[in-house]
């Protein structure tokens, strides 16, 4: 199929420049005969490459973050002729460890000490957040000796950064609080209020500022539509997924089953 048909079945900019890393990459394997890897994906991005990939089936993938059930992975694009398996996705590991005495640091505050060392997002993978002073990350190997010699500081204290094998990765499942909600519609702002607990008045400049997102995606309006499966994510909140629509009460308000997950 033609690059161009395939590029209309998305409709924002961010699916599309997607779609084209994925095309580029399978460009790059037609010529060479060679695997090819991208950056961390999130969930959203994959599901992009699921539906380019579907079109090219002498082409495989494998997706892999360190761990099962990882939320943000490497794509491994190779030819169908080849085996390959997880342990040719490159990927490095990090445990980082703040004092004892230190406030709880939360995944926003190792996100952004990361950040802050000018990395780009889509090169760090997963952060596990393993007690009230530590975590472990999963990076581009190309990162690993630049944060092991300059990963230094979360929020005010100082860290202490070594390298670690994926076998020492200890993912939690997390907890999830099932809320039972009503609202008047399935715009965003009304879901997230529901899930949230928040007014939609604060929610609206959330919105405006992009500190919103819907299904890994910054969305600015407030009345953008969600559908059954859709996730939704405040900056520093965690997110909520709208894990079932039940109907409609006697009242006309929309029954929603959601997923907090804490």
Known sequence: MEREK????????VERITACTVLDKIKQIEHSGQAQMTNFFDPLQQRIADRVLHHFKDVKQIVWGGYEGAERARLLLFPAVLQLTVADVPLAFLAA????QASALSHRDWLGSLLSLG??????????????????????PELLNYLLTNWQQAAKYRLEVREITAAELTPTTGRVREIKASVASLRLDAVASAGFGLSRSKLTPAIRAGLVKLNWQSVKSASAAVKEGDVIAVSGRGRVEVAQILGQSKKGRIQLLLKKHL
């Open 6 to 13: 395939i590029l209309k079945q998305f409709d924002t900019e």
């Open 97 to 100: 460890a703040a004092p004892a």
């Open 119 to 140: 990395l780009k997002r889509e090169k760090v993978g997963d952060i596990l957040v393993t007690g009230s002073s530590s975590a472990q990350v999963v990076v581009h």
